[in-house]
């Protein structure tokens, strides 16, 4: 029997401005219109949230710890609460304005740039797979680089293998080398800043602009679209504050709203 298979990372933005991929959700559509969803649980990262930053996942009991979740033939609440269903009127319209010509809910779910405002909880495609980070050189370069100690969090917080030497770093060590790294690249933000305001004060009428390369702010831009980056993830690949890259984006949007379409 013929089958589709949408799958997607399910996402936060948490602590440190960072994206904790939670999970994979899949969803399978069979020929004879059965379907089933499954939920794969990233409990590496979804350790490193406390309970503040990170409720629970709707419609699924993560203290049972289950490698997978699945649901035959139901619709969870997790894809009910923020997906049109196929009796909604205006479904049609709805995916017309995502780009798509056939009912998938966990594929407008990726696309639609509306978020559900019940939690902080979203989807995005499921990029293509990354190198495993050696640790210990990443780790040389966090302790006195806030752009090293950032690369380190984001693939602890994305899933991302880890690995020391030839071994894989276990979710414990993973837990703990984030407690380490988080408060410091944090206190390095802090103190990035506090030497901004005070070079500010003294030089602001004589400031310049700060260049960007314009192929990094191209990627950049692309990425913060397609959720694969959050403001923060982007400013800190340009080298910029977040307001900063909020306003190059604003630029960027003008330039392109400016450039007359093809004839």
Same mark, same amino acid.
């Given at each position: ?191 990035? %800043? @506090? &030497?901004? /305001?005070?070079? +500010?004060? *003294? =030089?602001?009428?004589?400031?310049? #602009?700060?260049?960007?390369? !314009? ?16 403001? %923060? @993830? &982007?400013? /800190?690949?340009? +080298?910029? *504050? =977040?307001?900063?890259?909020?306003? #190059?984006?604003?630029?960027? !949007? ?10």
């Amino acid at each position: 029997m013929r089958e589709n298979v949408t799958e997607a990372q399910l996402c936060l933005d948490g602590p440190g401005g960072f994206t904790y991929v939670l999970g994979l959700v899949r969803y399978t559509l069979w020929e004879d219109e059965s379907f089933r969803y499954e939920l794969e649980p990233d409990y590496a990262v979804i350790d490193l949230l406390g309970a503040a930053d990170f409720p629970g996942i709707p419609g699924f009991d993560l203290s049972a710890r289950k490698p997978r979740y699945e649901r035959a033939n139901r619709t969870p609440t997790l894809i009910a609460e923020r997906a049109p269903m196929e009796n909604r009127e205006d479904l049609w319209q709805l995916l017309e304005g995502c780009g798509m010509a056939y009912w998938d809910p966990l594929e407008w779910l990726i696309r639609t740039p509306t978020r559900y405002i019940g939690d902080d909880l979203y989807f995005r495609a499921v990029p293509p797979l990354t190198e495993a980070l050696e640790v210990e050189e990443a780790i040389a370069r966090a302790a006195s680089s806030r752009q090293g100690a950032a690369a380190v969090l984001r693939a602890l917080c994305e899933g991302r293998e880890v690995i020391v030497g030839s071994a894989r770093l276990s979710p414990s060590d993973r837990k703990a080398l984030y407690g380490v790294l988080l408060p410091l690249h944090e206190k390095m933000g802090r103190g990035k %800043a @506090a &030497a901004g /305001e005070r070079v +500010g004060t *003294s =030089v602001r009428s004589g400031r310049k #602009r700060k260049p960007v390369d !314009e192929l990094m702010l191209r990627e950049a831009v692309e990425r913060y679209r397609s959720r694969q980056w959050t403001a %923060a @993830a &982007a400013a /800190e690949s340009l +080298g910029v *504050s =977040v307001p900063t890259f909020y306003r #190059r984006l604003a630029e960027w !949007e003008d330039r392109d709203a400016t450039v007359p379409a093809p004839v």
